[in-house]
Structures are given as C-alpha cells and as structure tokens.
C-alpha cells in the first residue's frame, strides 16, 4: 500500500507542478475530462494491460491509445475547443504516463496480496 500511496501523491505534485508551469486550470470541464481520459487509458491500456499482465502488443497498445487520444481531440475540434497546443500535449503524456505507473503498482500490489493469502 505504501507504493501505490507513494504513486499517487508523486503524481499529485507532479501534476501541480505541472499545471503551474503551463497555467492549465485543472478544476474546468474540459481538462478534467482530458486528464481522466488520459489517466485512466495510461491505468488500464498501458499500466494492466502492457506493462503487467503483457496481453496486448505493443503496435496494438499504440493503436488503442492513439484512437482514443485522437477520438477525444476530434470531439473537441467539432465543439470549437483547441487542445492542439504543446502545453496540451505535453499534459496529455504526463497524465498517460502517471496512468501506467499507477496502474502497474496497482496491480503488482494486488497480486503481492492475492499470492500472500
């Protein structure tokens, strides 16, 4: 559990800093659901699924993760929202990247647990 605490309040600073340094209000609508799309496709695509339990290739792995990325960038572009900026893109791989770390020692925790019992 001291990981995956560990994980998460890394993650939360890195995160601070990381809207500090491109001025990106974390509390809108929109980033809230880019960084819980991006967050979460890094958890279970990248951490689970690659990284843990090696399920998934990776060149199916980058085109999961492409379509998705690219799927919420096309909704935005028909609602008149630009998130083609590099401060954008540059959050976007952070958050995917905090995803797959968290969801790697998630799940090595859980597996630790599961064999211990």
Same mark, same amino acid.
């Given at each position: 559990?001291?990981?995956i ?9 890195? @995160? ?28 279970? @695509? /990248?951490?689970v ?11 199916? @792995? /980058?085109y999961?993760? %492409?379509?998705?990325?690219?799927? &919420?960038?096309? %909704? &935005? ?12 893109? @540059? ?7 905090w ?19």
């Open positions: 559990m001291k990981a605490g560990f994980v998460i309040v890394a993650g939360l600073i890195g @995160l601070y800093f990381v809207n500090a340094a491109f001025k990106v209000e974390i509390f809108e609508k929109e980033i809230l659901i880019h960084s819980a799309i991006r967050f979460f496709t890094g958890f279970f @695509l /990248i951490g699924l690659f990284l843990y339990a090696h399920k998934i290739k990776l060149k199916s @792995l /980058i999961l993760v %492409l379509a998705l990325v690219l799927a &919420d960038d096309v %909704l &935005d572009y028909f609602r008149n929202i630009n998130s083609f900026s590099a401060e954008a893109i @540059l959050h976007s791989f952070y958050m995917l990247f995803g797959s770390m968290a969801g790697y020692i998630v799940m090595k925790q859980i597996r630790k647990r599961m064999d211990s019992q």
